[in-house]
């Protein structure tokens, strides 16, 4: 188990950008990899990026891949997204997630056992 914070989220214009960050507490931060995922109003809950325990690899979603780029620091319990040229169609609550086992497949929430509680991306046009 592992408690999950999001913060960063907020209203932003078009073409601007935001840093999320999750800081973690509770099981040993490197010990799982680490995903954000969002979910806009009337819309399912969609991969956004994944990282690897120790930072090694990175994944992306289709729809913000050249535009977004995760990181961690494991010496700070946090993961990060970094996230530009923000668009409209990017406003949902993002949500960071532990995966503290291996998985096939890390764009499925079902790889994820904690979950933050969200922050809320609003990017005006």
């Known amino acids: 188990q592992v408690q999950l914070v999001e913060s960063g989220g907020g209203l932003v214009q078009a073409g601007g950008s935001l840093r999320l960050s999750c800081a973690a507490s509770?099981?040993?931060?490197?010990?799982?990899?680490m995903g954000w995922f969002r979910q806009a109003a009337g819309k399912e809950r969609e991969f956004v990026a994944a990282?690897?325990?120790?930072?090694?690899?990175?994944y992306y979603g289709d729809s913000v891949k050249g535009r977004f780029t995760i990181g961690r620091d494991n010496a700070k319990n946090t993961v990060y997204l970094q996230m530009n040229n923000l668009k409209p169609e990017d406003t949902a609550v993002y949500y960071c997630?532990?995966?503290?086992?291996?998985?096939?497949?890390?764009?499925?929430?079902?790889?994820?056992?904690?979950w933050g509680q969200g922050t809320q991306v609003t990017v005006s046009s």
């Open positions: 997630a532990a995966a503290p086992w291996r998985s096939q497949w890390y764009g499925s929430s079902d790889a994820y056992t904690d």
């Open positions: 509770g099981r040993t931060f490197s010990g799982y990899a």
């Open positions: 990282i690897s325990r120790l930072g090694m690899n990175s």
